[in-house]
Nanobody
């Protein structure tokens, strides 16, 4: 099992920046990839960014060029640097761990990001 704890959300003006953190604990060695998802009110949860165990990254079209996912293996932490934030980025952001070997994926509790216009 893996436990995920997000932090770093808050209120920011449009054009501003925030960095989210996701600290993982437990069976880290069975994590295949880490993702950030987000869910706005009345909308489906969408994939924001992914970083694999090999370090490859992928981004949703709406955040390409503005968001950067990274990780610190020594701290078992994944980050989401969000720049040039827009009101439409307002959502609850969730950290997600994709597990190997058929283990159940893990989700964090979510952190609210609100971008004011």
């Amino acid at each position: 099992q893996v436990q995920l704890v997000e932090s770093g959300g808050g209120l920011v003006q449009a054009g501003g920046s925030l960095t989210l953190s996701c600290a993982a604990s437990g069976s880290i060695c069975i994590i295949n990839a880490m993702d950030w998802y987000r869910q706005a009110p009345g909308k489906q949860r969408e994939l924001v960014a992914t970083i694999t165990s090999g370090g490859s990254t992928n981004y949703g079209d709406s955040v390409k060029g503005r968001f950067t996912i990274s990780r610190n293996n020594a701290k078992n932490t994944v980050y989401l640097q969000m720049n040039s934030l827009k009101p439409e980025d307002t959502a609850v952001y969730y950290c997600h761990a994709e597990m190997r070997f058929g283990f159940v994926d893990s989700w964090g509790q979510g952190t609210q990001v609100t971008v004011s216009s």
